[in-house]
């Protein structure tokens, strides 16, 4: 076997949450170009059908699935539709979650709640989606790889699961004041706790369990936002959306069969100061 051999996953059938969003959508076709076959889930159902269309016009075969991973019944639905369709299910990758934007195409301002009177519900939200819809989908999505023998599980973290927001970036003079939120961080770090006890707990089942951590991702954020990230970037840049699929599918792949419980970071430098 080659080394480009290991990154083939031809015959693997790989779930994607969140797999209509900006980074899901590359994941799904990078997973499909290697050559798996790709079950796009998303809350929003027309998305989710449109990566799907995308991925079998190109050739390749996929499943749509709208889900809200935060409702068990929904998410043992969702693995019994991939078992039906495919059979089999040997990647997951989890990267559907709650993240307010700043970037223009949202037309949101973002968080304006100061911590001291950040809503509670917004808070359990966030928690619902971000850790319990993960923990959901991974229970069901590790008893077909338990019966297999064999199984990959990628959680997607973020570069503020390992650093606090710089909330500067967010700040604009003469205007209403916004934070990233406290729950994208606390939600964030919990990615990686979790992973880790998966990872732990899996151990001798050949179910390998890491994490993807990536930086910030351009997405038509304003000319000010990309002059103080490249600021605080070490490679003076945002990401490009392409910039995490390399990463994605060596985890996804034979060719990290010696990594589990790890986290492999990909924030053009950004926690490196």
């Known amino acids: 076997m080659t080394i480009m051999d290991k990154f083939d996953l031809a015959g693997k059938v790989a779930l994607v949450t969140g797999g209509a969003g900006l980074l899901g959508t590359e994941f799904c076709h990078t997973l499909a170009q290697a050559g798996a076959d790709v079950v796009v889930v998303d809350l929003n159902g027309g998305a989710a059908r449109n990566v799907s269309r995308d991925l079998v016009a190109s050739g390749h075969l996929s499943l749509d699935i709208q889900t809200d991973i935060t409702d068990s019944a929904a998410v043992k639905e969702m693995q019994a539709a991939t078992m039906k369709e495919f059979g089999r299910l040997d990647i997951l990758v ?65 570069m503020y699961g390992l650093v606090g927001p710089d909330q500067r970036l967010y700040q604009r003079q003469g205007q209403p004041a916004r934070y990233k939120p406290v729950y994208y961080s ?45 600021a605080r970037a070490v490679l003076g840049r945002m990401a490009k ?33």
């Open 241 to 273: 959306k392409d910039e995490m699929n390399g990463a994605l599918l060596f985890l996804a792949s034979d060719a990290s069969t010696y990594m589990t419980g790890a986290n492999l970071v990909v924030d053009g430098g950004w926690t490196a100061w």
């Open 94 to 158: 989890n990267s559907a979650a709650l993240d307010p934007k700043f970037d223009p195409g949202h037309n949101s301002p973002g968080d304006s709640g100061t911590f001291e009177d950040y809503p509670l519900e917004t808070w359990k939200q966030a928690l619902d989606v971000n850790l319990t819809g993960m923990f959901l989908v991974c229970q069901a999505a590790v008893h077909p790889m338990l019966m297999q023998g064999n199984g990959v599980i990628i959680n997607v973290c973020s």
């Open 186 to 230: 606390v939600t964030k770090a919990g990615v990686l706790g979790f992973t880790k006890y998966l990872a732990t707990f899996y151990a001798g089942k050949n179910i390998r369990v890491n994490a993807l951590t990536p930086g910030g991702v351009y997405n038509g954020h304003d000319e000010t936002f990309l002059q103080e990230y490249a």
